[in-house]
């Protein structure tokens, strides 16, 4: 469906975004306001981004983003949104994202443990609430795409679906998961989705996920580089809606 040919493509142009960010905002603020098109926030080991990248299908609507806190063990942010028309068009991907220095291979990795916790104040929307993770055999690839992209959703509201198609149930981080695959062009994208309900209290080392991978799917640890390390919230219409993530983090343990 549509929907789902959008959802997959999404992650790949808010990432592209952040590379050249309209308003940047000193890395010494624990504080800040995110309300322009692609609004940037950096600092403590982690970046923040409005990202309206596609409120242009949208007929009206407005959204800003802010960071409420943070320190080198975590960030707390949120973001408030309301979008009407073009309920099959992603309007926007914010997201708080783990910097990760360039050459780090998954095969290298021995943790990526990651907790967090959110909620939505409004139900009765269009979104999904989901990790998002590239890799790429070239640790200098762009950051808008990778040769895999691993997913982890919480939440889907509205009738949302990945990528692909469901090819196996597995018990991962101590819950169940139904795996999505398929192709974002020639990237390979996993999604690892709960069967029902939603998970707004997080915590897992993601590293778990690329074994499984590794076991199961031939996933290349050995070839692939970290590229972006990521979680975020993507809305299509509904609101108005406040996403709160009342704590994140995300570390990268070799």
Request: proline share 4%; aromatic share 14%.
């Amino acid at each position: 469906m549509k929907a789902s040919i959008l959802l997959s493509i999404l992650s790949a142009v808010a990432v592209q975004s952040a590379a050249v960010p309209a308003e940047l905002v000193s890395r010494q603020q624990t504080s800040a306001t995110l309300c322009s098109l692609y609004a940037y926030w950096s600092g403590f080991g982690y970046e923040l981004l409005n990202n309206l990248w596609g409120k242009d299908s949208a007929t009206s609507g407005q959204q800003c983003t802010y960071l409420d806190g943070a320190s080198n063990t975590n960030i707390r942010w949120r973001t408030t949104w309301t979008w009407q028309g073009g309920p099959n068009n992603v309007k926007s991907y914010p997201y708080v994202g783990r910097q990760v220095p360039k050459g780090i291979k998954i095969s290298s990795v021995k943790q990526m443990p990651t907790s967090v916790t959110w909620q939505y104040d409004n139900e009765n929307i269009r979104a999904n609430v989901a990790y998002d993770v590239f890799t790429a055999e070239d640790p200098n690839h762009v950051n808008s795409s990778g040769d895999y992209e691993l997913m982890v959703w919480l939440a889907r509201y509205g009738n949302v679906y990945p990528i692909g198609q469901v090819v196996a149930q597995v018990n991962l981080a101590g819950r169940t998961w139904d795996l999505w695959t398929g192709y974002n062009g020639a990237m390979r994208v996993y999604s690892f989705v709960p069967p029902s309900g939603t998970i707004k209290n997080f915590s897992a080392d993601l590293k778990e996920f690329y074994n499984y991978l590794e076991r199961n799917h031939q996933f290349p640890s050995s070839r692939q580089n970290i590229i972006v390390y990521q979680i975020g919230t993507e809305a299509f219409t509904g609101g108005p809606a406040t996403f709160t993530c009342s704590q994140f983090r995300a570390e990268v343990v070799q």
